[in-house]
C-alpha cells in the first residue's frame, strides 16, 4: 500500500519534470486511460488485502482495461455516440467500490 | 516469496506509470487552458483594461491639474464678458411680442411684427444702460454675437428662435427698467405699432453660458508692444 502510494508520488514528479504534454484531441482517450489504471490498481490493491492477487491477470488487466477504455472512446467517437461517458461512469463506479471495499477492510485489520 | 517480490514490483510498476500519466494529463490540461481561445482573449481584455485604466488615471491627473489653473489666468471679468460660464444676478426680463393689432388693409403687415432691428435697439438701449451680461431666447451675447433676421424668426448665435423673445440683462435693475421706458424709447415707439413689450424685474437671473465654440481661424494674438 506505501509502495504504491510512494511509487504512485514518484511518477508524478518524474511526470511533472518531464514536462511532455498530450495535444488536445487525444486528452479525452488520456483521460479515460488514467480513469481505467486507476480502477486496475484499485482492483489489484483489493486483490491483495483479499489475498488472491494474481500477477499476470493484474498486469494483464491494467494494460488491456486502459487499451479498451481508450478503443472504446475512440470508436465512440468516430460513431458519434458519447461512449466517453458510460466509461467514466464505469470505472468511476468500480473505483468507488473498490475504495469502500479497501477502507472497509484497512479500518477491520 | 519470489511471486510477491514480482507483485509488488508490478503495483509499484503500474503505481509510477499511473503518476506518470497522472502528471502529463494535468500538466497537458493546463496548458491547453492556457492556449484556449477564451483564456486569450481574457488575457487580451484584462491587458486592454490595464491600459485604459492607465490612461484614465493619467487623464484624471491632466483634468486635476487643469481644474486648479481652471480659469487659465483669466480674470472674473473676461469669463463673464467671453460668456465662459453662466451668470448671475440681479437685472431686468424684457419680453418681446409681435402686435396682436389687426393689420389695416392699406398697411404694411411687416410694421407690426418685430425686427431684427428692433431687438438691436433694445440690446442697444439696455447696453447703453449699463447691462453687463444679455441673453436672448437662451443664447448668450456675445461679441461675435449676430442678431439677424432670418425669415419670420430672428437669428442668434446662429440659433434662430421666433417670438415672444425673452431679452434678459443683467445689471442694475432700475436703470435698465428707465432707459427701456424713456420718452421717445423703444417701447414708446414700438407700443405704437401695438408691439407688446413687457418688463420686469428680478433681483436673480441666471444667464447660460455661450454655447458655441470658440475657434479663430484667421485672427492672431499680437504681443503687447510689439506692432504698433
Not at chain 1, 480513469?35 to 486496475?40: C, E, P, R
Not at chain 1, 468511476?92 to 472497509?104: E, G, Q, T, W
Not at chain 2, 511471486?3 to 509510477?16: D, E, H, M, P, V
Not at chain 2, 407690426?112 to 441673453?135: C, F, K, T, V
Amino acid at each position: 500500500m506505501i509502495f504504491a502510494v510512494l511509487s504512485l508520488t514518484a511518477g508524478a514528479i518524474v511526470g511533472y519534470l518531464c514536462n511532455v504534454t498530450i495535444p488536445g484531441e487525444y486528452s479525452k482517450l488520456f483521460s479515460v486511460a488514467l480513469l481505467a489504471g486507476f480502477d486496475a490498481i484499485f482492483g489489484g490493491l483489493k486483490a491483495v488485502s483479499l489475498n488472491n492477487f494474481d500477477n499476470i491477470n493484474f498486469l494483464l488487466g491494467f494494460f488491456l482495461n486502459t487499451i479498451l477504455a481508450v478503443f472504446m472512446v475512440f470508436i465512440g467517437d468516430n460513431l458519434s455516440i458519447e461512449l466517453y461517458y458510460v466509461v467514466l461512469f464505469v470505472f468511476a463506479l468500480r473505483i468507488f467500490k473498490n475504495l469502500s471495499y479497501l477502507r472497509h477492510h484497512l479500518i477491520r485489520k | 516469496m519470489l511471486s510477491r517480490k514480482y507483485n509488488r514490483i508490478s503495483i509499484i510498476l503500474a503505481c509510477f506509470l499511473l503518476g506518470f500519466m497522472l502528471a502529463i494529463q494535468f500538466h497537458s490540461t493546463q496548458n491547453s487552458l492556457k492556449y484556449s481561445t477564451q483564456y486569450q482573449r481574457t488575457e487580451e481584455l484584462s491587458q486592454r483594461l490595464l491600459a485604459t485604466e492607465k490612461e484614465r488615471d493619467s487623464l484624471k491627473k491632466q483634468n486635476q491639474k487643469y481644474t486648479q489653473d481652471k480659469n487659465g489666468g483669466l480674470t472674473d471679468a473676461q469669463i463673464i464678458e467671453a460668456g465662459a460660464s453662466e451668470v448671475s444676478g440681479p437685472g431686468l426680463v424684457v419680453t418681446v411680442e409681435d402686435s396682436s393689432k389687426k393689420t389695416a388693409t392699406d398697411e404694411n403687415a411687416n410694421l407690426y411684427i418685430i425686427h431684427d432691428e428692433d431687438m438691436l435697439r433694445i440690446i442697444n438701449e439696455l447696453r447703453a444702460a449699463g447691462a453687463e451680461a444679455i441673453s436672448i431666447n437662451g443664447q448668450r451675447v456675445v461679441a461675435t454675437t449676430e442678431i439677424r433676421c432670418a425669415g419670420p424668426t430672428v437669428s442668434v448665435n446662429n440659433e434662430r428662435s421666433a417670438p415672444p423673445f425673452v431679452i434678459k440683462a443683467i445689471g442694475d435693475a432700475d436703470t435698465l427698467e428707465n432707459a427701456m421706458k424713456m420718452r421717445g424709447g423703444v417701447i414708446d415707439t414700438l407700443s405704437v405699432w401695438g408691439i407688446k413689450i413687457d418688463i420686469a424685474k428680478k433681483t436673480q437671473i441666471l444667464l447660460p453660458a455661450y454655447s458655441k465654440g470658440v475657434d479663430f481661424k484667421y485672427t492672431e494674438l499680437v504681443e503687447k508692444g510689439g506692432e504698433k
